[in-house]
């Protein structure tokens, strides 16, 4: 029975395991972001993850795409299904903060800030945006 529980919970996770027509979608979709150019670079990690919904980096690299557009509500999306894929992604949940911080949502914030630091201690802007929310 915990055999089988365990296949089930897993089974996303080794399904997610990226092709190489992925792979290549999403490193243009790295070359644009690299090149400024993010409504390209997300029209990439787009098909990418039409090809493998569970890409985390897809999902955080198009957030920090739509972060460098100013839509910080749709980086928040993002960055909150990479998380659902990666909890302890120190990066995602500090940029996913720095997205409520600047949608005023300082509360939800604090939360995030605190999880980059317990994940990745070294974030030293983690603690400085925290204890300027507090």
Same mark, same amino acid.
């Given at each position: 029975?915990?055999?089988? *529980?365990?296949?089930?919970?897993?089974? !996303? %996770?080794?399904?997610?395991? @990226?092709? !190489?027509?992925?792979?290549?979608?999403?490193?243009?979709?790295?070359?644009?972001?690299?090149?400024?150019?993010?409504?390209?670079?997300?029209? +990439? %990690?787009?098909?990418?993850?039409?090809?493998?919904? *569970?890409?985390?980096? $897809?999902?955080?690299? =198009?957030?920090?795409? &739509?972060?460098?557009?100013?839509?910080?509500?749709? #980086?928040? &999306?993002?960055?909150? &299904?990479?998380?659902?894929?990666? !909890?302890?992604? $120190?990066?995602?949940?500090? +940029?996913? $903060?720095?997205?409520?911080? @600047?949608?005023?949502?300082? &509360?939800? #914030?604090?939360?995030?800030?605190? #999880?980059?630091?317990? +994940?990745?201690?070294? *974030?030293? =802007?983690?603690? %400085?945006?925290? #204890? %300027?929310?507090?």
């Amino acid at each position: 029975m915990k055999l089988i *529980l365990s296949i089930l919970i897993l089974c !996303p %996770y080794f399904l997610s395991a @990226q092709s !190489p027509e992925v792979i290549k979608t999403y490193n243009k979709g790295i070359e644009a972001a690299l090149l400024k150019d993010h409504k390209e670079a997300i029209k +990439y %990690y787009n098909e990418a993850l039409l090809m493998d919904p *569970l890409y985390p980096k $897809a999902y955080y690299n =198009r957030a920090n795409s &739509k972060m460098g557009l100013g839509d910080y509500i749709a #980086a928040i &999306k993002d960055f909150s &299904k990479c998380l659902k894929l990666e !909890p302890e992604n $120190a990066k995602a949940n500090y +940029y996913k $903060a720095y997205c409520l911080m @600047q949608s005023d949502q300082k &509360k939800e #914030a604090l939360k995030y800030f605190s #999880a980059a630091i317990k +994940y990745d201690p070294s *974030l030293s =802007r983690a603690y %400085y945006y925290r #204890a %300027y929310i507090q």
